[in-house]
């Protein structure tokens, strides 16, 4: 008997998620996640494969919208919950759920899928490229100091109930969205998975902790914690572990990034999954004590090739032909005129002389901004068929501000 891949049905979503659970280790999330992500789910877009009566594959994708370089929010997949049963390993499961997955997508109208991968060697061969990166730190806050830039101190803070503020630290991310690319516009129900706070997820830390930044009565940024107490034989030692952080302007950036250098009887801040080029960076006395560890965050799909390109605008006029690969989805297989401008542009189909070739992995990768394509030439990955075309176009695709994911889905 074969396997059957087909869309989820609603009263079959507790057998899917818990194949889910167990592929990725079998420890329960709490009742509050797993009610959660039962919410958020949307059966009508989720697969799962089905060996006679029993689950052995998983996959989901959430509608998303992404902001691209430009500031459009643009329709993109959030692929996510995919799992395969370790009793069905290389029988073609995960082929047989990316391929149902982007057709669907393709008839959705869809043009982007992204998604963050538990191991990395695993979608690029369904076109996913790696598009963006973010930094995990630990800051020695006994050795480092922090610079504050002029305003700073008109900025005043107070301590809110996670819950209670999040409608206002909901406003505020909805202002910064469209400031950087790879940013997630939250839909409904989205807010709350930055309040989640299970017990057996705090590791001896404090229940979730929420500043918010104010002036003139304005909420301008809000930062979410938790603080790990710790003694050494010298004294406290205790760590501040930063959620989420989001502000308006320098001065409320650097207020609650003070805040959490000074918290007492604690030594260090760890954040994870932050930008790149995040301001307090430059704030600092002593980066090298800030530990910056970079790791990579969103992998980038362009499921309709002349959509996705002419969503976004570039940061320099360009005019070129691409040469596309893309053995998976063929329909975006072929030569494309590309042009535009930090206005906007369009991208269709032509039979041209391409200028460069590549795949769409590495269209998936340079699409956002954060990684060039001559980056990308100089690994081989993209080859330049006209002389001059590599440096006209990789400063195009380029953004000024280091495309960054939010967080996960």
Known sequence: M????????????????????????????????????????????????????????????????????????VPAAGVTMVSVAATHRRRGVLTSMMRRQLDDLRSWGEPLAVLTASEPAIYGRFGYG???????????????????????????????????????????????????????????????????????????????????AERDGEVVGYARFRVKPDWAPTGPDGSVLVQDLEALDPAGHAALWRFLFDIDLTSKVNTRGRPLDEGWQHLVSD??????????????????????????????????????EDAFCPWNEGRWR??????????????????LALSVRELGAAYLGGVTLEALAAAGRVRELRQGALAEASPAFASTAAPWLPHGF
């Open 2 to 73: 074969g396997t059957d891949v087909r869309a989820l049905r609603q009263d079959e979503w507790d057998e899917w998620y818990d194949n889910l659970i167990r592929a990725f280790g079998g420890v329960p999330e709490s009742d509050e996640e797993r009610a959660l992500w039962r919410e958020l789910t949307e059966p009508e877009r989720c697969v799962g494969v089905w060996d006679g009566a029993a689950c052995v594959g998983t996959a989901g994708a959430f509608a998303f919208r992404l902001t691209v370089p430009g500031g459009a929010a």
């Open 130 to 212: 790696t598009a963006t990166f973010h930094v995990n730190a630990e800051i020695d806050t006994t050795r480092v100091r922090l610079s504050a830039p002029p305003g700073t101190d008109d900025v005043r803070l107070r301590y809110a109930r996670p819950e209670e503020a999040l409608d206002v630290c909901e406003g505020v991310y909805a202002r910064v969205v469209a400031r950087r690319p790879g940013m997630l516009v939250r839909g409904a129900g989205w807010e709350r998975l930055g309040v989640l706070d299970p017990a057996s997820d705090r590791d001896g830390a404090s229940p979730l902790q929420c500043v918010l």
């Open 287 to 324: 980066i090298r004590r800030c530990s910056l560890r970079v790791r990579d965050s969103l992998y980038v799909r362009l499921v309709d090739v002349g959509a996705a390109l002419q969503a976004r605008t570039y940061q320099a006029p360009v005019d070129v032909v691409l040469a596309v």
């Open 338 to 355: 590309l042009t535009g401008d930090p206005k906007g542009a369009s991208c269709a189909r032509t039979e041209d002389a391409p200028d």
